[in-house]
């Protein structure tokens, strides 16, 4: 890869910091270990090492979209901040190709003292704009915050929504190379979101290469070329976004102590995607272990998709109910269990997902052996594919832990209905009270 077909280049990046138990410790760490080692002792380390990243490599091409996903502490943020040139790596480095215009933690690189106006011609400059070309763009820019009189007050009375408003309409404004955003969109209203996602749709089509930080699957799936997954400083996946999304859902079960088993091999969401494998055996249900493996308390042992006579089935018509049975292996009693349902499209966008604590469903304590239960669901949907991902688990703190999550567990077709449209909801469009005025009507009379 040449040096103009990339805009970021990342190689064994890694920032360590220096945990200090007491302040005489940071002392102690300056001095003795100079002394220890004149003297030809061992030198002690007063110090715990934590690594918000060790030694993360990448590429990020022109023009390319790519998403970072990973929990808390993962080492998201710090990644950013290494390529924005706020913080000084450890050891690595960082190459970048262009203009880089940055939305990081909230309000930063704002001064708080400065109004609205001043802090959009402080950024611009700081992107190395000059005063004339700030000023042909700033009215644009008033009108993308949409903040009103506010731009001429201090940042310092905005709410956090207001922050966001003007630092990425500052931002987009300023004609980037790279656009990098962490999670700042979180904090705006629903309708601001959607001018930005947009914005940023426009920005993919002019060619701009975008960093993303988020914690949805669906932005990832749905905005991002590519995705990367980080835990604990690490990176461990760089690839299809779909392949990280599940690894990383996969994780996060893991974390919770619960256990990811792949569906039967010949089954999978591309399978399925592709139209493949949609006949049912009926004689032979979805049997998801293999082995007799009780790493976790509770397994999904089988899960089979039927209709209201209680048959296996696929198709299904507009209104119609559904059941989705499921058969669990309690292998430890689970005092406080909690099953969970996922509705996705054929690539991997959520839909709709409930579990029976958001339902406020009582369960009661299931004992060791295994249970059979039923999602029963009504085929509300538009005519399409749909495929079902099954967690069972427990309630721990108030919080849904799961033991074993399938993220396929099969799939289930609605029949279009004739003029209804086309995508995954099912609203019943109809037109009514249509009124053309008399204007209207003279006008076509006369063409």
Not at 330 to 342: D, L, R, S, T, Y
Request: hydrophobic share 35%; charged share 20%.
């Amino acid at each position: 890869m040449s040096s103009n077909d990339f805009v970021i280049r990342v190689r064994g990046l890694s920032k360590r910091y220096e945990i200090y138990a007491h302040p005489r410790d940071r002392l102690k760490q300056f001095t003795l270990p100079n002394i220890q080692k004149f003297i030809g002792k061992t030198p002690s380390q007063y110090f715990q090492e934590f690594k918000s990243l060790d030694g993360v490599s990448f590429d990020i091409k022109r023009g390319e979209t790519v998403g970072i996903i990973g929990r808390n502490g993962s080492g998201k943020s710090t990644l950013l901040q290494l390529i924005c040139g706020t913080l000084t790596p450890t050891s690595g480095g960082v190459q970048t190709n262009g203009r880089i215009a940055a939305l990081l933690e909230l309000g930063s690189g704002f001064n708080p003292e400065f109004t609205g106006r001043e802090n959009v011609y402080l950024n611009a400059a700081v992107l190395g704009l000059s005063n004339s070309e700030v000023d042909k763009r700033f009215e644009a820019i008033a009108a993308f915050a949409d903040i009103g009189s506010f731009m001429e007050h201090p940042i310092k009375t905005y709410s956090s929504g207001m922050a966001v408003r003007l630092a990425f309409a500052t931002a987009i404004h300023v004609e980037p190379d790279i656009l990098i955003v962490d999670e700042a969109l979180a904090v705006g209203d629903t309708a601001f979101q959607q001018k930005c996602l947009n914005r940023i749709r426009q920005m993919q089509q002019e060619g701009v290469s975008i960093l993303l930080v988020t914690h949805s699957s669906n932005t990832l799936i749905e905005y991002c070329d590519r995705g990367i997954f980080l835990k604990h400083g690490e990176l461990i996946l760089d690839g299809p976004c779909r392949d990280v999304v599940k690894a990383y859902a996969d994780d996060l079960v893991q974390d919770e102590g619960g256990t990811v088993f792949a569906p039967r091999e010949s089954t999978t969401i591309d399978d399925a995607a592709r139209g493949e494998s949609s006949e049912v055996d009926s004689s032979a249900p979805l049997n998801i272990i293999k082995s007799s493996s009780t790493d976790s308390k509770t397994t999904i042992q089988s899960v089979r998709i039927l209709n209201e006579e209680g048959k296996e089935a696929t198709n299904f018509t507009h209104g119609s109910v559904l059941r989705v049975e499921v058969a669990i292996n309690v292998h430890q009693g689970n005092v406080h269990p909690c099953f969970g349902i996922q509705l996705l499209s054929t690539d991997g966008i959520g839909l709709w997902s409930a579990t029976t604590q958001s339902m406020n469903v009582p369960l009661p304590a299931l004992p060791q052996g295994v249970h059979k239960f039923f999602w029963k669901l009504t085929a509300n949907f538009s005519g399409n594919r749909y495929i079902v991902s099954i967690g069972v688990g427990d309630i721990k703190s108030g919080e849904y832990k799961r033991h074993h999550r399938l993220e396929y567990a099969g799939h289930f077709d609605v029949l279009p209905q004739p003029a209804w449209g086309a995508g995954w909801l099912s609203p019943q469009p109809s037109v009514d009270g249509l009124i053309i005025d008399s204007m209207s009507l003279a006008l076509k009379e006369e063409a």
